[in-house]
Every structure is written in C-alpha cells, then in structure tokens.
C-alpha cells in the first residue's frame, strides 16, 4: 500500500475541506512546457531518483500525492518523502535539477476530484475552490498545487486528485 501524506481534517465545508497539514519533506524539480509534458518529464527524473538513481544506490519508496506547481513557463512536480524519513537520511543526487527541502505544513483548503487530471480540469477547480473561499471569507496565502494520488494503471474514473491552496495563519 502506498503511503500518503498524512492531513488532520479541520471543518468539511460540502464540497472541499479545510486541513492541517504536518511539516514533509519534499524532492522537487522544474521543467518549462505545458502540465504535462513538464510533468512526464519530471517524473521520470523524480523516480530515477527514489528507485536508486542516487548517489546511495537506495531505493526509497513511493509516496501520494505527486505534487505539481505552475511556475512561468512551466511546472515544479514534487515527490513527497516517507514520513519516516528526515532531511539528513535523504540520499544525494547528482542530477543537479533535483532540491530537497522541508516544508512547515499548514493549514490548507482542498477539493478532490475523479478523472484525468488535465491542467484545464485542475485550473477550474481551483478557480472554483477560490471562490468558495472567498465567498467564506478565507484568505488564500499562495498559489495552488495539483495533487495526483494514483499512477497511469488505474482506470480514469477511479483516479483520485486535489487541488490544495495554501491559507492564511
């Protein structure tokens, strides 16, 4: 079974929730292009990585959600570590495109979906999801992410995937 990033469930507002996010570690990387050409890319570069392309030869196991960011021309898709993991246990890399970092967690507003996920489904979600927040009078604090929990194998109506934004305090 695959390991998820962990979340405590703050307020279901029907439709999307509210979530307290614990801190994670992330390995990410950039690629320029459309969501998925800059995400087919990246991940293969990403699963290289945790299936021993290390400078460690350790294989490191696979994790949900794979996380995709928009930055001006393209994409960060980011692999979320064990939880078991810390930043100091990670192996190096010398694909030098490939960052660490460990992220503080938060509160976060989420709305999940089935399908396949194209950029043009996740941009309406998370048009939608801030207008449901504005509307609550809940401040976002920064863009979206596009989350995918299964891989290409599952079938498209059992495809599970969120748009998260980041919110105030």
Known sequence: MTEKLGYQLIEDLGGFEIRHYPP??????????????AGNQAFRRLANYIFGG?????????????????KEAGFVTSFVMPASMSLSQLPSSSDQSLSFAQQPGGRFAAVSFAGLASQTLFDSKATWLRQQLS????????????ARYDGPWTPFFLRHNEVLIPLQG
């Open 54 to 70: 290390n400078n460690a030869g350790k294989s490191i196991a696979m994790t949900a959600p794979v996380l995709q960011a928009q």
């Open 24 to 37: 994670h570690i992330l390995v990410s990387t950039s690629e320029p292009g459309s969501m998925a050409t």
């Open 135 to 146: 509307d609550r009078q809940i401040e976002a604090s920064g863009q979206a992410i596009y």
